[in-house]
C-alpha cells in the first residue's frame, strides 16, 4: 500500500488528463492565443471604439452589424470587437449611434467595491488539523483588480522565492506607435502582450527581480491603488509574526496570478458619464483577464480560484450581462472557482421598484380575484454640479413601457413608444439639460424591456418620470437603477428607493458565489452591504463573510517589514472566501478527493456549512443562508 505522502505526491502531479482537455474544450483556443492577437494597435487608441459581444457562432452577422477593423475571439460565444469612431466621411459617431449598435455590445463600467477575520470564518481547525492542515498549496488564486506589490515579503516562500506565479499588466502598452512589438527582456526571459496589449511579467523574471535591491526597475509593475494588493494578503498572505501580532492569509502557501486592470477608454467613460478622477474599468478587460486566468491555469496544470473585487449596477440584476453569462460557461469545470462581492450600495439610494402588491386570493372564505397595483412614477433627485448620469428600467416581457420625462420646472419629454425600438433627445430649454433615451422592446441576453435614460448636466432639483405599462391583463411591474456611488455626483438618488435588488454585477450571476458582507466582532450586518435576491427572485447572495475593519497589507514598495490597514467593503469578504474555495482545491483536487470539485460544489459545501447570527428566517436577501463557516462546512463533508 502506498504511503500517505506517495499518494499526496502522485494526486498533485498526475491531475487526470480529461480535467485539462475539459477545460480546454469550454474555454476555447489554445494558450498561443493568448499571444497571437492583432489587434493591439487598437487597444489603446482613443479613437477606437471597444465592443464586448456575445455572438452564439454567428460571427458573420454580428461583423455585418459592427463592421470593426479588428476582433479578438474570446471563444465560441464571445469576442470584443475594435472599430473607429469615425466614419468613412470622418464623422465621430453619435450617441444616437451608439445606443442603435446595442446596448448588449456596449462595455459596462467597473468599479472597485471598497471603501480576528479568520477566528471568524472558523479557519483554526482547517489549517492546523493534522488530517487537513491546507494551506491552498498547488492552487492558483487569481485577482483581477489594481495591480500587486509582488516584492513584499508577504508574497515569497520560505526559500526567498516569490509566490507570483505570473502578473498581466494591461496598463503598460507593448505596442510603439507604429504598430510593432516592442518586446522587452532580461536575460532570455520575455515579457510579452497577451491578447495584443500589455505585458506579461512570469515568475522567473519576478524572482530576479526580488533578488535586486530595486525590483521595480526590472518589474516596472506597481499597485498604486493597493486594492489588489490587499484583496491579495487576505486571501493568500504569507504567515507573518510581529512581536505578540500574527498575520495570515486564508490560502498561505497558494499561488498568486494578477491581472492589472487598465482604466477604461475616455470615450466610454464619456458614454456612461463618469465622473474624472474615479477608477473605471471595462468590461471587456475583465472577461480577457478571466480568459487569461483560465489558460494560465490550463497551461500550469492547476486547479484555480478567480476573485472579482469589482462591480456596477448596470445590467438587468439578472445574471445576463456578457460578463456573467460567460462566467456561466465556465464554472461548471473542475477546478475553477469563481468569487464575487456583493457590492457596497445599500444607503446610497440608487434602485426604485413599482412595489407590486398582490391581494390574498382568498378573503374570509370568499374567492377574490387576485390583483397587483404597480406605481407608475419615480422620482430622481439631483444636487448641484453634477455633469451628468445614466438611469436604467427594466421591465418584463411581455409587458410594454412607456415614460414621461418631467424637469424640475415641468417641462415634459414623452417621445418614446413601447410598440417599437426607438429613441429620442430633447434639451429642456430652462435647465440646459440635455437627456438621451432608448428603448427596446426585446433586450438581446435577457428578452426583457428595456430603457437608458442618460442626463447631461441635470439640473438640481426633483426629475419626475412616468412610467406607463401596457399589457394584456396582469401588470408585471419595473425596476430602475441608478450607477454605483462612486460614479455618482453628490447625493444623487431615488427619492423613494428600495433597499432590495441591489447586487453589484458579476453578483447576480448564477455561477457566481456571491458574498455579502457582516461585522463579526459584533455580528451585525455592515452596513453598506448590498442586498438581494436578483430581480426575479434567484438567491443571491449566497452567505456573508467578515467585511468590516479587517487586516490587509498596505502596499507601497517592496521593504522588509509588512505595513498592515484595515479596510472595509465586500470585496473583502469575497478575498476571505477565495481563500477558503482555495483550501477546497487543494482537499479536493489537489490531493485527490474529489476531482469533480467546482464552484456550484464549493458553494453548496459553504452553504450547508453556514452559520446563522441573527434569529431571522433563511434564506434572506441580506444574510443569504448565514455566514461563512470554513470549519463547518468541512464538518459537514465528514458527514
Known amino acids: 500500500m502506498r504511503s500517505s505522502e506517495q499518494r499526496r505526491n502522485r494526486n498533485i502531479h498526475k491531475i487526470p488528463s480529461a480535467y485539462i482537455l475539459l477545460r480546454g474544450f469550454f474555454v476555447g483556443g489554445t494558450m498561443d492565443s493568448l499571444y497571437g492577437s492583432a489587434c493591439g494597435a487598437y487597444i489603446y487608441d482613443e479613437d477606437v471604439l471597444d465592443f464586448l459581444v ?87 488564486t487569481g485577482f483581477i483588480d489594481t495591480g500587486i506589490d509582488f516584492a513584499n515579503p508577504l508574497f515569497r516562500r520560505a526559500d526567498g522565492t516569490c509566490r507570483v506565479t505570473a502578473i498581466w499588466d494591461q496598463t503598460q502598452s507593448a505596442y510603439e506607435a507604429g504598430g510593432q512589438n516592442m518586446s522587452v527582456q532580461s536575460g532570455e526571459i520575455d515579457t510579452r502582450p497577451i491578447f495584443g496589449y500589455g505585458r506579461e511579467y512570469p515568475q522567473e523574471l519576478l524572482n530576479l527581480a526580488i533578488q535586486t535591491e530595486q525590483p521595480y526597475q526590472i518589474v516596472p509593475s506597481r499597485d498604486t491603488d493597493g486594492h489588489g494588493t490587499f484583496l491579495a494578503s487576505v486571501a493568500a498572505g504569507n504567515t507573518y509574526l510581529d512581536g505578540d501580532d500574527i498575520f495570515s492569509g486564508v490560502a498561505p502557501e497558494s499561488d498568486i496570478i494578477m491581472v492589472k486592470l487598465k482604466q477604461a477608454k475616455q470615450r466610454l467613460r464619456d458614454f456612461f458619464l463618469i465622473p474624472d478622477g474615479v477608477a473605471c474599468y471595462s468590461e471587456a478587460d475583465i472577461i480577457l483577464g478571466v480568459k487569461y486566468l483560465i489558460n494560465k491555469a490550463m497551461e500550469l496544470g492547476k486547479p484555480l480560484v478567480i476573485c472579482l473585487g469589482l462591480g456596477t449596477s448596470q445590467g438587468d440584476h439578472n445574471g445576463n450581462l456578457n460578463l456573467e453569462l460567460y462566467l456561466d460557461t465556465v464554472v461548471t469545470l473542475p477546478g475553477i472557482c469563481v468569487v464575487g462581492s456583493a457590492g457596497n450600495e445599500l444607503g446610497a439610494g440608487g434602485h426604485f ?73 430633447i434639451t429642456y430649454l430652462y435647465e440646459g439639460t440635455t437627456l438621451y433615451a432608448e428603448s427596446v422592446v426585446v433586450e438581446n441576453n435577457s428578452g426583457d424591456p428595456f430603457i437608458l435614460l442618460r442626463f447631461e448636466k441635470p439640473a438640481t432639483g426633483i426629475w419626475r418620470i412616468e412610467v ?19 460614479f455618482l455626483v453628490g447625493n444623487t438618488r431615488f427619492s423613494r428607493p428600495d433597499p432590495e435588488v441591489i447586487l453589484c454585477a458579476p453578483a447576480n450571476a448564477r455561477g457566481t458565489i456571491t458574498i455579502a458582507g457582516y461585522n463579526h ?86 452553504i450547508r456549512g453556514a452559520r446563522t447570527v441573527v434569529d431571522i428566517a433563511y434564506p434572506n436577501p441580506a444574510w443569504g443562508w448565514g455566514v461563512l463557516d470554513i470549519s463547518r462546512a468541512f464538518e459537514v463533508l465528514r458527514g
Request: aromatic share 10%.
Open 353 to 425: 421598484a413599482s412595489l407590486s402588491t398582490i391581494n390574498p386570493g382568498n378573503q374570509n372564505g370568499i374567492s377574490q380575484p387576485r390583483t397587483r397595483t404597480v406605481r407608475n412614477e419615480m422620482e430622481i433627485y439631483v444636487e448641484d454640479e453634477n455633469p451628468g448620469f445614466c438611469a436604467e428600467i427594466w421591465g418584463r416581457a411581455p409587458s410594454l413601457y412607456q415614460i414621461v420625462v418631467y424637469s424640475p420646472t415641468g417641462q415634459r419629454f414623452d417621445q418614446l413608444f413601447p410598440n417599437r425600438d426607438s429613441s429620442g433627445m
Open 468 to 486: 406607463t405599462e401596457n399589457y394584456s391583463s396582469f401588470p408585471a411591474g419595473y425596476d430602475a437603477w441608478l450607477p454605483i456611488r462612486q
Open 54 to 140: 456575445k455572438y452564439d457562432n454567428n460571427l458573420a452577422g454580428e461583423m455585418q452589424i459592427l463592421q470593426p477593423d479588428c476582433r479578438t475571439i474570446i471563444n465560441s460565444q464571445f469576442l470584443v470587437a475594435y472599430r473607429s469612431v469615425y466614419d468613412a466621411a470622418g464623422t465621430a459617431l453619435s450617441t444616437d449611434t451608439l445606443f442603435r449598435l446595442g446596448y448588449d455590445r456596449i462595455p459596462k463600467c467597473f468599479g472597485l467595491m471598497d471603501t480576528s477575520a479568520l477566528q471568524g470564518i472558523g479557519i483554526g481547525a482547517v489549517q492546523t488539523v493534522p488530517g487537513l492542515s491546507l494551506s491552498g498549496k498547488d492552487v492558483l
Open 521 to 606: 466582532l459584533d455580528n451585525s450586518l455592515y452596513v453598506e452591504s448590498s442586498r438581494g435576491y436578483t430581480r426575479k427572485g434567484r438567491i443571491q447572495p449566497d452567505f456573508a463573510a467578515p467585511a468590516v475593519r479587517v487586516a490587509g497589507l498596505l502596499a507601497g514598495g517592496s521593504g522588509t517589514r509588512p505595513l498592515f490597514v484595515r479596510r472595509s467593503g465586500t470585496s473583502v469578504g469575497a478575498a476571505l472566501t477565495a481563500g477558503a474555495a482555495a483550501l477546497f482545491l487543494e482537499w479536493g483536487i489537489v490531493r485527490g478527493n474529489y476531482y469533480g470539485m467546482n464552484t456550484e460544489v464549493i458553494r453548496q459545501i459553504l
